[in-house]
């Protein structure tokens, strides 16, 4: 009898299916012995633990944006995790382009910031809260904002009381701030 296997996506390189292994997550074809894939995602990613959640969602967008990594200092950050064709995960924190300084915006604890914020000469004070209004941003969103100045849809947002309303968030006129449109 052949027991079951949880599978989490689909393979970026063959199609095949992504299944869970005690180690991580690996192809279906890079088990056995002629294996015809090479795919294979560890659990541990950054010092941190992945859900299967989290697997699925990267298999399925290829990006995905998670808080909770540890440097080898024991630092923790957060990152953009990047699924390539071939199956590698590649860490990047850089998101886009600073839409005022033309900086790299990095994801950082509590918001998305101008690489240039601490430079002598092209100094830069550009951010995006994470949280506004209530409202976690997602990675698309903030690159939205980045790239197209606006984002592409009305966002749900509370008010002091808990009432719920719905703004885009776009860029002001200096590019500087982000502001409810």
């Avoid at 995790?81 to 590698?88: A, R, S, V, W, Y």
């Avoid at 004070?125 to 969103?141: A, C, K, V």
Wanted: charged share 25%; glycine share 12%.
């Amino acid at each position: 009898m052949e027991s079951e296997k949880k599978i989490v996506g689909r393979c970026p390189k063959c199609g095949g299916n992504i299944i869970k292994t005690c180690k991580g997550y690996r192809c279906e074809n890079n088990i056995g012995d002629n294996p015809s894939c090479s795919v294979v995602i560890n659990g541990i990613l950054g010092n941190r633990k992945m859900s299967d959640e989290e697997i699925s969602e990267l298999l399925s967008n290829r990006r995905i944006m998670l808080d909770g990594f540890m440097s080898k200092e024991g630092k923790a950050f957060p990152t953009v995790l990047e699924l390539t064709d071939n199956g590698e995960v590649l860490m990047q924190s850089v998101i886009g382009k600073c839409p005022h300084c033309g900086g790299d915006i990095r994801v950082g604890s509590r918001a998305f910031n101008c690489s240039n914020f601490n430079s002598p000469t092209d100094k830069c004070e550009f951010s995006i809260w994470r949280n506004i209004g209530g409202h976690q941003l997602t990675l698309t969103e903030a690159q939205e904002i980045c790239g197209n100045g606006i984002t592409s849809a009305e966002l749900e947002m509370f008010r002091d009381d808990g009432s719920i309303y719905r703004k885009r968030l776009g860029l002001s006129p200096d590019k500087l701030q982000v502001v409810k449109i």
